[in-house]
């Protein structure tokens, strides 16, 4: 069973480019997630979508946009790349708003 | 006060030792309480997911949440060097905001 899938699994990027993180999900869950987890900081929400249409910001949405143009996909996009973005990056879905996240492998990007 | 605290470690321990994982919260309101499991370079794995008081079993893993203490444990028996990993608490208010607010992990060992 995939689940998630995250791609790139990795990425080096200059500074003032932009990227489009990719996350795709098989089990038709209606609620997808962005989060980037830091050394110390642990994991912070970015941006959600609730059902397909539909987006939201979490506690840190500078600098990235999201869309939810269909229940499986859920690009995450850097619009102008800044060292502080350098990070890992989770995508998750659940079946329900309240319900339990399941979380992808994760994209490793760094920013010079 | 962080919403969600808990001791980063490490926790280092013998194989076939009992391990105790505790969280706390400041927030009555949450609603919801999960712990998940890290692997070094791979996204979270739900463990556990509970909703109310009391203990939730599964295997050689144990959830205990005492909401009157604001405070969550997972407990593992009998544990394996396979269990080492970084293990996360998480919460969230349910209802429409779905969003999870993660503890910082705890890094265990277990040592052969």
């Known amino acids: 069973t995939a689940g998630i899938t995250q791609a790139p699994t990795s990425q080096i990027l200059a500074a003032g480019r932009s990227m489009t993180l990719r996350c795709t999900q098989d089990?038709?869950?209606?609620?997808m997630y962005w989060y980037r987890q830091d050394l110390g900081l642990g994991l912070r929400l970015i941006h959600y979508?609730?059902?397909?249409?539909?987006?939201g910001k979490g506690e840190v949405p500078d600098g990235y946009s999201v869309s939810r143009a269909n229940t499986d996909d859920f690009p995450l996009t850097l619009a102008s790349a800044v060292p502080s973005q350098t990070s890992v990056y989770f995508c998750?879905?659940?079946?329900?708003?309240?319900?339990?996240?399941?979380f992808g492998d994760g994209t490793r990007l760094s920013i010079l | 006060q962080k919403e969600v605290e808990q001791d980063p470690g490490p926790l280092s321990v013998p194989e076939g030792a009992i391990v105790s994982l505790n969280c706390t919260y400041s927030?009555?309101?949450?609603?919801?309480f999960m712990w998940y499991r890290q692997y070094s370079r791979k996204g979270p794995e739900l463990l556990m997911y509970?909703?109310?008081?009391g203990n939730k079993e599964d295997g050689r893993f144990t959830a205990q949440v005492d909401k009157s203490s604001k405070y969550i444990s997972l407990f593992i028996r009998d544990s394996q060097p396979s269990d080492s990993a970084t293990y996360l608490c998480?919460?969230?208010?349910?209802?429409?905001?779905?969003?999870?607010?993660f503890g910082k992990g705890t890094k265990l060992s277990v040592k052969p």
């Open positions: 927030n009555s309101a949450f609603q919801y």
């Open positions: 998750a879905s659940s079946d329900r708003e309240q319900g339990p996240q399941h």
């Open positions: 509970t909703y109310s008081s």
């Open positions: 998480a919460t969230n208010y349910g209802g429409s905001q779905g969003n999870l607010i």
């Open positions: 089990m038709r869950h209606n609620a």
């Open positions: 979508s609730n059902t397909a249409g539909t987006t």
